[in-house]
C-alpha cells in the first residue's frame, strides 16, 4: 500500500477579467489553488490545478476523482493537514493531542507530510 502525501499550493496568476475576487488566495494575491499528492520518493501522482484560489481544499478534495478511485479501492492512505476530514484512507493530524502519544503521532504526521514541501521546493526550483 502507498502512504502519500497531499499538499496545496497557491499558484500566482494575474486578475481574471471575470469573476475577479474569487481567485484572491487566503494569502492574499490572485491564484490558482493546487491540489498536488506525492509519493516518498518525491514523485507527483496526482495534481489538481483548476479552481480558483479562494476554493477550500477540502471542497477541492471532494470534487476530484482521485477521492472516488480512494473510496472504491483500497490503494492506500493520504496524509492531509487539518483542512481535511478524517478519512479511512486519510489521515490527518489531531486537532487537541492530550497525550504524548497523540503528541509523537502528530510529529510523525507532519514530517511525513514535509516529503511534500521539500517536492514543491524542488520543482519551483526548476521552474524558477
Known amino acids: 500500500?502507498?502512504?502519500t502525501k497531499i499538499l496545496f499550493f497557491f499558484l500566482p496568476t494575474q486578475a481574471?477579467?471575470?469573476?475577479?475576487?474569487?481567485y484572491v488566495c487566503r494569502k492574499g494575491f490572485h491564484?490558482?489553488?493546487?491540489?498536488?499528492?506525492?509519493?516518498s520518493n518525491m514523485r507527483f501522482l496526482d495534481i489538481?490545478?483548476?479552481?480558483?484560489?479562494?476554493q477550500h481544499d477540502s471542497?477541492?478534495?471532494?470534487?476530484?476523482?482521485?477521492?472516488?478511485?480512494?473510496?472504491s479501492a483500497d490503494l492506500g492512505y493520504l496524509l492531509?493537514?487539518?483542512?481535511?476530514?478524517?478519512?479511512?484512507?486519510?489521515?490527518?493530524?489531531?486537532?487537541?493531542?492530550?497525550?504524548?502519544a497523540e503528541v509523537n503521532f502528530n510529529n510523525r504526521h507532519?514530517?511525513?507530510?514535509?516529503?511534500?514541501?521539500?517536492?514543491?521546493?524542488?520543482?519551483?526550483s526548476r521552474f524558477r
Open 1 to 3: 500500500m502507498y502512504k
Open 59 to 71: 471542497f477541492i478534495f471532494n470534487n476530484c476523482g482521485l477521492k472516488d478511485v480512494l473510496e
Open 16 to 22: 481574471p477579467a471575470e469573476n475577479e475576487a474569487a
Open 31 to 39: 491564484a490558482i489553488n493546487m491540489q498536488a499528492v506525492v509519493d
Open 80 to 100: 492531509g493537514d487539518s483542512g481535511y476530514p478524517l478519512r479511512s484512507y486519510l489521515m490527518t493530524p489531531i486537532l487537541n493531542p492530550s497525550s504524548v
Open 110 to 124: 507532519s514530517s511525513g507530510r514535509s516529503v511534500v514541501e521539500k517536492a514543491f521546493g524542488v520543482l519551483k
Open 48 to 54: 489538481v490545478a483548476r479552481w480558483p484560489g479562494s
